[in-house]
């Protein structure tokens, strides 16, 4: 994966050598360096959906929606999807992660759906 500063220079129309130049890189390097993110180029909401005055943080895999609980402010859900996801999004973390991040998290009407392992 390409680094989404560079990936942003480009789709702003940024020559390719350039911006290799720019970023202190060159082609060799930057397709063979196993780059990792956790979050998508300018997407603060991605994980996450507004319920009412709550957020919450949901993920789908194989077709299944996996839920990560309910927060009373979208900060909150931003600061525990990330969470999440550097703990590769293993569900049954959740509340431990809130109590680290010192983040209550909100009963919902699913609580079983949560559980500490």
């Not at 990792?36 to 895999?61: H, P, Q």
């Not at 973390?93 to 209550?104: A, H, M, N, R, T």
Request: hydrophobic share 25%; aromatic share 10%; glycine share 6%.
């Amino acid at each position: 994966m390409i680094p989404p500063e560079i990936t942003r220079d480009l789709q702003n129309g940024m020559g390719l050598e350039e911006c290799l130049i720019k970023h202190n890189t060159n082609l060799k390097t930057l397709m063979t360096n196993p780059y990792t993110f956790t979050k998508e180029l300018n997407d603060e909401t991605k994980y996450i959906e507004k319920s009412g005055r709550k957020w919450y943080v949901k993920r789908r895999v194989n077709g299944k929606t996996k839920y990560y609980g309910y927060y009373r402010c979208l900060e909150d859900a931003q600061r525990v999807r990330d969470r999440i996801i550097e703990l590769d999004w293993k569900q049954s973390k959740v509340d431990s992660v809130c109590k680290e991040l010192g983040i209550e998290r909100i009963p919902s009407k699913n609580e079983g759906r949560y559980y500490e392992s």
